[in-house]
Structure formats: C-alpha cells, structure tokens
T-cell receptor, first 116, second 110 residues
Framework: DAGVIQSPRHEVTEMGQEVTLRCKPISGHDYLFWYRQTMMRGLELLIYFNNNVPIDDSGMPEDRFSAKMPNASFSTLKIQPSEPRDSAVYFC??????????????FGPGTRLTVL | GQNIDQPTEMTATEGAIVQINCTYQTSGFNGLFWYQQHAGEAPTFLSYNVLDGLEEKGRFSSFLSRSKGYSYLLLKELQMKDSASYLCAVRAYNTDKLIFGTGTRLQVFP
C-alpha cells in the first residue's frame, strides 16, 4: 500500500492568494482527518470526515478555511485568502472504522505551507 | 475543556531508560495514544491504552492510570534513532477524534 499521499509537499505563496492542499487516503479507510502543526500550538485537528461526510469541523480556525471530500479517495483543504499566520505543516491522516480497537491513524508526509 | 500536558524537552544517554509523562483532563475518556515523530516527518503510532496498567511492546512500554489522568511512555535501551518528538493524544468518549499534546522532544546522546 502506498500510504496516505499528500500534495504538494511544499508550498510557498503570498498573502492573499488561494492555497489548495490535497490528500489521498489509504484505500479502504473510512475516516479522514486534517491537522495543522506549529511549534507553538502543536498538532491541532481541523476537521474530520467519516465516509466522505464532515463530522466535526470545530477546529477550522475561520471562514477562510474549507475542506471537501467528494469521494472516498480524495480530499482537499482550501485556504482563501491565505495569511502569514497560516504558515504551518498540514497533515492528512486516515483510519479504518473496523479492525483494531485503537483505530490507528496513518499520517501522510505533510505539506509545509509558507505564506509570505 | 480539554488539556494535555507533557514536558517540552528531555535528554538521555544511549543505552539508558527514559520515562515521558503525560497528564490529561478531558471530557470523558476512550483511549490514550502515543505517537513518535522524527524531525521533518509524519507522526507514527506507537501504543494504545484504554484500561489501567502497562502495555509492553519490545523496548517501549506505556502505562495508564485513568483515575489520575496520567500516562507515561517508557523507552528502554535507548538508541540514537529514538531521538524524536513523542506525542501523547487522548480520544474522548463517543468521538473518533484525537486531542494531541504539544509533544516531548527527546534527544539521545552517545
């Protein structure tokens, strides 16, 4: 299995521009999570989906952030307009509903976003 | 509210034993996780505790006390490759999401 795939791996943009981050979860996984990681705040959950449906978006910082999951194999996280304080590493993770009780989350390699 | 506390940094010597503590206050409890994250890489799953007691996996062990809201990760026979951040995360009851602590950066010296 290829694992969770994220693109791009690095993104540098200017304040005010639209940014789109992409994620392909592991095939057969029912859950997809978007996280943001910074030195100050650590790893924060932004939103998660179950069977392509958003379940909890309480971590989405503001209306500039939106996420979609049009099908089981693809999700996007969009920031419009971007601001310097959005600079962080954004991780996507997926997990299965069934299986081990700990419902292990498998993380993608992350997208390092820098907003100038 | 939900709060997870871990020490920010720890250092240890190769071959030694180190214990990384985690205390938590959450709305309900349905499992505690430890993840390892090497610099510039993604977190990877290490261990899971949902009942009180010790879970052992090779050189790594994780302990949980639900009444005290406390866990620790024990690393034995430290190796240089164990230098990484260790993240404690809690899953609240009736949810699928994890709340992560800010992580403990462990440096292992020769």
């Amino acid at each position: 299995d290829a694992g969770v795939i994220q693109s791009p791996r690095h993104e540098v943009t200017e304040m005010g521009q639209e940014v789109t981050l992409r994620c392909k979860p592991i095939s057969g996984h029912d859950y997809l999570f978007w996280y943001r990681q910074t030195m100050m705040r650590g790893l924060e959950l932004l939103i998660y989906f179950n069977n392509n449906v958003p379940i909890d978006d309480s971590g989405m910082p503001e209306d500039r952030f939106s996420a979609k999951m049009p099908n089981a194999s693809f999700s996007t996280l969009k920031i419009q307009p971007s601001e310097p304080r959005d600079s962080a590493v954004y991780f996507c993770a997926s997990s299965r509903l069934a299986g081990e009780p700990w419902n292990e989350q498998f993380f993608g390699p992350g997208t390092r976003l820098t907003v100038l | 509210g939900q709060n997870i506390d871990q020490p920010t940094e720890m250092t240890a010597t190769e071959g030694a034993i180190v214990q990384i503590n985690c205390t938590y206050q959450t709305s309900g409890f349905n499992g505690l996780f430890w993840y390892q994250q090497h610099a510039g890489e993604a977190p990877t799953f290490l261990s899971y505790n949902v009942l009180d007691g010790l879970e052992e996996k090779g050189r790594f062990s994780s302990f949980l006390s639900r009444s005290k809201g406390y866990s620790y990760l024990l690393l034995k026979e430290l190796q240089m490759k164990d230098s990484a951040s260790y993240l404690c995360a809690v899953r609240a009851y009736n949810t699928d999401k994890l709340i992560f602590g800010t992580g403990t950066r462990l440096q292992v010296f020769p």
